[in-house]
């Protein structure tokens, strides 16, 4: 059984530029969630992907985008790169709809850093 | 809506001591409750659950917590500690049941365990 990937593991950008981070689900999971984690903090949700559609929505501006293809890996896309935008951002895969009880399985992270 | 909080950012124990990282939440509804564990430059990986049943839930590497409603708490033990246990630990709660499918995570609480 293959876990969540992540790509790229580092990356730096520049302010105003865009980036693109991708995650491969665990074998079998059709769900994917996206949260950033800024240094010394918890994971902040950022959205979530069910069957290709997103299903929810956390507290973060329309620059931040996703996709989930048919094979349910997904992509993270930020655009006008801001300098708060550098974080670890996090993938995570699950098994079923929401509301379910079904655990989230994360990834190694992508570590962005915005100068 | 639901949240997080994690008593102390940091928690310092001996080696073959008690550990004990506390967290409360808040929710309007029964709540999911999780542990996570983060080592540096990884994801997190779950350490244990409280969906429904049984309120004491016990996990891997000897960690165990108990679900407390009248406390509003969900405190992570283990009675003792070996030096392979030094990293963050995340409590994040999600709504039981309904369509609500993002986890709220506390701040973190890095325990450091010493020789």
């Known amino acids: 059984e293959t876990g969540v990937t992540q790509s790229p593991t580092h990356l730096i950008k520049t302010r105003g530029q865009q980036v693109t981070l991708r995650c491969s689900s665990q074998?079998?999971?059709?769900?994917v969630s996206w949260y950033q984690q800024a240094l010394g903090q918890g994971p902040q949700f950022i959205f979530q992907y069910y069957r290709e559609e997103e299903n929810g929505r956390g507290n973060f501006p329309p620059r931040f985008s996703g996709l989930q293809f048919p094979n349910y890996s997904s992509e993270l896309n930020v655009n006008a790169l801001e300098l708060d935008d550098s974080a670890l951002y996090l993938c995570a895969s699950s098994l079923g709809l929401a509301g379910t009880s079904y655990e989230q399985y994360f990834g190694p992270g992508t570590r962005l850093t915005v100068t | 809506a639901q949240s997080v909080t994690q008593l102390g950012s940091h928690v310092s124990v001996s080696e073959g001591a008690l550990v004990l990282l506390r967290c409360n939440y808040s929710?309007?509804?029964?709540?999911?409750l999780f542990w996570y564990v983060q080592y540096p430059n990884q994801g997190l990986q779950l350490l244990l659950k409280?969906?429904?049943?049984?309120?004491l839930v016990k996990g891997i590497n000897g960690f165990e917590a108990e679900f407390k409603k009248s406390e509003t708490s969900f405190h992570l033990t283990k009675p003792s500690a070996h030096m392979s246990d030094a990293a963050e630990y995340f409590c994040?709660?999600?709504?039981?049941?309904?369509?609500?499918?993002?986890?709220?995570f506390g701040k973190g609480t890095l325990l450091t365990v010493n020789p």
């Open positions: 409280y969906t429904t049943g049984a309120t």
């Open positions: 994040a709660v999600r709504r039981g049941g309904g369509s609500n499918y993002k986890l709220t």
């Open positions: 929710s309007s509804v029964p709540p999911y």
């Open positions: 074998s079998g999971h059709n769900t």
